[in-house]
């Protein structure tokens, strides 16, 4: 099998080619993704001016129907939307206010692709073309620390395609011209605190850096440095640049050094007066030597000294003796090229080293005959897979980049999952799994709580940051930490009094221990309620308990769609007593979602027309021993409640009145009557939180009030302010500490300008509230009505006067989904069942939110 030439040669070449393949064929229907509103006029310039991409781009970031012709991309980013169309965001742009936002939440990599990474001590450097690194800007060059991510000062202007340490000071290689702002030509150092420029530096690009004790040596396509001839590999001395004997005739991509001989592979075949090269060659600091016959059908991308051999790795083929090809690795043994088992199936651009062991990155499928995609490892007699490996939602996935420190192995690339967790084109390899490098969780968070310094947070994930979590954990202010083992299902509730944290979802397990449906951590064990709560209702059974309130005295309320609470009749809110388990009265004809408690008051919220066998429209209140309602209630469902001392009540969901006064999905109960809050919000509230005069609104919205506020706002009891610019999905749960941080979990992986990331979980600095940022009011989004949903969801958008297509993707971008929505019509039911539990993405046109299937 012949591998072609086309990759990573210039590593990022092919990615660009790729993409730029796949834009043009999606430019060609960007009419039919873009929806069927008016066609876009011409753009500005001539057909031959490039002008700027904003202009062909609809404020989702995707392309304008009839938009054609050049466009400058200058200050954007390409992202993947999870249908696999290209959308463009802004590339280091923070939204004012977004400061507030915490760093470290973000993806597990970088927003672009890496290319290269090194160990010193116990960090991580990687480089590549990016602008942010686990939300953090960091232009092309980053530090991870186990932890977090930082920016090396203002980093460089172009990509980063080589690393390496001599000494304490990291050289780095590539396309960029400037480091730290200053003049560096494709080469430039950082000692930990300012970048400085190599000489006159090379004068096109570096592929490869290796140090000796005396020399750092640079490969690449460069010819000069300066008036110097620099023949595509040449050596530093500290002062001054060199060509290292004469030179090679073609592109120089790897370099490996050990003692005094520096390892050279590449596109060449001659080396100085040497011809006998093919892609391979030795210098010894005096002279050229070959390294066999070389290889042969493609070049060599990746060197890596192990012990007294180097391993060789490319897109080559090579032939034994008896006509056998072995493709794309060999190992030389100082006298011989030598196969490893049959080779990779595609072309090896990354090699790391641990002991015995030798790990192989690339783009391929197979490892021998082993499965192994992009990334294996071979012990010296064969191999074996990471996990299920490295995966993209669209085109080729590549592993670049390659390191080791201590057990754990580290991978970067362009690749959006490793197994089956979500990363951003990092991951790490440890203890036989793969995690994100991130401080995120890997799936959404459906309850947050606060406990002095700590905060507790449940929902569907099973990491947070790096640390094994199922679907609850505790964040410290600086790490996470598991509860336990956790719990066996998913979790939606989480409340705290005193030393005791209780959690409630959908599960019969905590920490081992048998719990139907609730559970109570003491901060070393986990007990169950009694017998629990327990449903025989198909309304949900997948969250059984959806609210959970506890009081001053000690007791418990929670609020499902059960009907038991251990041996007693409680139709869907009951009360722990710390010894047994109470109904309220008869409780209520149909679900309860939200719950608040003040003193020896419960405001209750969810579906449901009566409680205790009393009228009340979805909202009301128990007094410790009856039941009333607040008024006429609301026109549609309650999901969020929050009350004050003074009586005051607010109630946000899905509903466009409480009281019989026009309220737009939120309101106001001040103990006699409903009214709005301002001019409300654009879709539905689905979490409150009342912190002194501050009420904060998390949920499905774009706009609060007018201002564009989106996932998240505050009201400030006249009017609606944003926190920066928000989340870019749902605000599912909110509290607040003693150190006035807003804590937001939900389903979310950014701000909502996606300048920032947050992986689930975000952390908004209250003490400094930002003044409304000016923004453009976007258009009515798509709304799912209900969301969270399980059989059957319905769509609403305003009509227009064609046939429109919706469909449903999954978490790995897959079409699920399908369905049309008539001419003139402003909804339509989607069918949800035979879906499995997760997030989901609905798309209609150029209008897109997130759908949680339960």
């Not at 641990?354 to 021998?368: C, D, K, L, P, Q």
């Amino acid at each position: 099998m012949h591998h072609s030439t086309l990759l990573p040669f210039h590593r990022r070449h092919l990615i660009i080619a790729i993409n730029f393949l796949w834009l043009c064929l999606l430019a060609g229907t960007a009419s039919a993704w873009a929806g069927s509103g008016p066609a876009a006029g011409p753009m500005p310039g001539g057909p031959n001016a490039p002008v700027a991409l904003a202009q062909a781009l609809n404020p989702d970031g995707t392309l304008r129907a009839g938009a054609s012709g050049s466009f400058d991309a200058a200050g954007f980013r390409l992202r993947t939307a999870p249908d696999g169309k290209p959308v463009f965001r802004p590339a280091g742009v923070q939204g004012a206010g977004d400061e507030k936002w915490q760093q470290g939440f973000g993806a597990s990599g970088t927003n672009g692709t890496i290319m290269a990474m090194v160990v010193q001590g116990a960090d991580i450097y990687v480089g590549g073309t990016f602008t942010t690194a686990g939300g953090v800007d960091a232009r092309n060059v980053a530090r991870w620390d186990g932890t977090s991510w930082h920016p090396l000062g203002a980093g460089v202007n172009d990509d980063v395609r080589a690393l390496v340490f001599w000494g304490t000071d990291l050289y780095v290689g590539g396309d960029f011209t400037q480091a730290g702002g200053q003049p560096a030509s494709r080469v430039a150092k950082w000692n930990g605190t300012a970048w400085s420029a190599l000489g006159q530096g090379l004068n096109d690009a570096v592929y490869a850096l290796a140090a000796t004790g005396t020399n750092l040596y640079a490969g690449g396509s460069f010819t000069q440095s300066g008036n110097t001839a620099a023949g595509r590999l040449a050596e530093w001395n500290g002062t001054t640049w060199a060509t290292v004997g004469g030179g090679v005739d073609n592109t120089v991509y790897a370099l490996a050094a050990a003692g005094s001989n520096v390892y050279v592979g590449g596109a060449f075949t001659q080396v100085g007066n040497f011809s006998g090269a093919n892609k391979l060659a030795i210098w010894t600091g005096n002279g050229w030597t070959n390294m066999g016959p070389g290889v042969q059908g493609g070049d060599v991308y990746a060197l890596a000294v192990a012990g007294p051999d180097v391993y060789v790795g490319g897109s080559f083929y090579w032939n034994t003796s008896l006509g056998r090809p072995y493709h794309c690795i060999l190992r030389w043994n100082g006298n011989f090229l030598l196969n490893l088992d049959e080779g990779t199936s595609g072309p090896v651009c990354a090699l790391a080293v641990a002991g015995s062991n030798i790990y192989v990155g690339g783009i391929f499928t197979t490892a021998g005959t082993l499965a192994a995609r992009n990334v294996a490892c071979w012990n010296g007699t064969r191999w074996t897979a990471l996990g299920t490996s490295m995966f993209g939602s669209t085109g080729t996935t590549f592993v670049l980049a390659l390191a080791t420190l201590n057990a754990d192995v580290y991978a970067g690339g362009d690749f959006n999952r490793a197994g089956d967790l979500a990363v951003d084109g990092a991951a790490r390899w440890s203890s036989g799994a793969w995690n994100a490098m991130s401080l995120g969780t890997d799936n959404f968070i459906s309850a947050v709580a606060v406990s002095g310094s700590d905060v507790y947070v449940g929902g569907i994930f099973t990491r947070a940051g790096s640390v094994p979590a199922n679907k609850v954990a505790r964040w410290d202010g600086t790490a996470w930490h598991s509860l336990g083992t956790g719990i066996n299902g998913g979790v939606r509730a989480i409340a705290v009094a005193g030393s005791a944290v209780y959690v409630a979802g959908s599960f019969t397990s905590a920490g081992g221990v048998p719990a139907n449906n609730i559970a109570r951590w003491d901060g070393t064990t986990w007990s169950a309620l009694g017998a629990g709560l327990t449903s025989s209702l198909a309304y949900n059974p997948n969250y059984v308990v959806i609210a959970l309130a506890t009081t001053n005295t000690g007791e418990v309320y929670a609020g499902g769609s059960f009907d038991a609470a251990g041996s007693v009749a409680a139709p869907s809110i009951a009360r722990w007593d710390g010894q047994a388990w109470h109904g309220l009265s008869t409780g209520t004809n149909g679900v309860v979602v939200a719950l608040a408690a003040v003193g020896s008051t419960l405001y209750v919220g969810g579906i449901f027309q009566s409680v205790g066998g009393i009228g009340a429209s979805n909202v009301a209140r128990w007094d410790g021993s009856n039941w009333s309602p607040l008024g006429q209630g609301t026109s549609g469902p309650v999901y969020a409640v929050a009350a004050s001392a003074a009586g005051e009540v607010y109630a946000g969901g899905y509903f466009q009145q409480a009281g019989g006064v026009a309220t737009s999905y939120i309101a106001r109960w001040n103990g006699t009557a409903w009214g709005p809050l301002g001019a409300g919000l654009t879709n539905e509230a689905d979490a409150l939180l009342l912190v002194g005069n501050s009420l904060y609104a998390g949920g499905t919205f774009y706009v609060a009030g007018g201002v564009a506020s989106q996932g998240v706002a505050r009201w400030n009891g006249t009017a609606w302010t944003a926190l920066g610019t928000g989340v870019n999905g749902l605000g599912r749960s909110m509290a607040v500490g003693a150190n006035n941080r807003l804590y937001v979990g939900g389903i979310f992986e950014s701000t909502g300008d996606y300048s920032r990331g947050m992986n689930f979980f975000g952390i908004y600095d209250t003490s400094l509230l930002s003044a409304t940022r000016a923004a453009t009011v976007p258009t009515a989004p798509l709304q799912l009505v209900p969301n969270p949903a399980t059989a059957t969801v319905t769509l609403h958008l305003p009509a227009e006067p064609q046939v429109r297509l919706v469909q449903v993707f999954n978490a790995l971008g897959q079409l699920v989904r399908s369905a049309s929505l008539p001419a003139h019509a402003p909804q339509l039911a989607l069918e949800l069942r035979g879906l499995p539990t997760g997030v989901y993405t609905v798309r209609c046109g150029s209008a897109t939110t997130h759908l949680v299937v339960e």
